[in-house]
């Protein structure tokens, strides 16, 4: 019997575990999608612009060494898929004088909003459990994250997700 009751219990935290966390995740992209934040010129954006196509948005920073690493392979592939309903949309948690530094710099061709640290939070509720940077969420063209990646993505990550938010 307590074997039984002790099982239940433990049925029901999991449970009750995945529902609210699948409802967070929920309310999070929900948030993420509503967001508005400033572009290098200043202009006040939100994600859900994008939201029609395949949407790989990707938290960073100038001062981040894996971020600047991955910036070219993001550039790379927002030229080649931009035609096919692809759009890479970068956070950054900098000053906007330096990521336009850095934009002009890596000669980014994809929107770069200016966030705060707080953004963090949002990407934590987004699976990014560390709170570290770089950290990517790749949407489909229905808004459902199919893939994040915490770290600098790499060129084959980058393929396969896309093809399975395309799909």
């Known amino acids: 019997m307590v074997v039984l009751v002790a099982t239940a219990l433990a049925a029901g935290a999991g449970l009750w575990a995945y529902v609210t966390t ?15 934040l400033p572009d290098v010129s200043g202009e006040s954006r939100s ?9 790989i948005v990707n938290f960073w920073a ?3 060494g894996p971020c600047r690493q991955e910036i070219p392979l993001l550039v790379r592939f927002q030229t ?11 956070i950054s948690v900098d000053s906007a004088d330096k990521v336009r530094q850095f934009a002009l710099e890596y000669r980014v061709g994809y929107p770069l909003l ?9 990407s934590r509720r ?13 949407f489909d063209r229905n808004g459902k994250v199919i893939r994040t990646r ?13 093809q399975m938010a395309s799909s």
């Not at 080649?80 to 970068?90: C, L, R, T």
């Not at 200016?114 to 949002?122: E, H, Q, T």
């Not at 915490?150 to 896309?162: D, F, S």
């Open 150 to 162: 915490l770290g600098a993505i790499t060129e084959i990550e980058l393929e396969k997700a896309i």
């Open 126 to 138: 987004l699976g990014n459990t560390a709170s570290a940077l770089p950290y990517t969420v790749v």
């Open 80 to 90: 080649k898929y931009a035609s096919k309903g692809v759009q890479i949309v970068g």
């Open 47 to 55: 994600l859900e612009q994008w939201r029609d196509g395949v949407l």
């Open 22 to 36: 699948d409802r967070s995740h929920d309310e999070a992209v929900a948030e993420m999608m509503r967001l508005r």
């Open 114 to 122: 200016i966030g705060s640290f707080a953004v963090l939070d949002l």
């Open 62 to 64: 100038t001062w981040c």
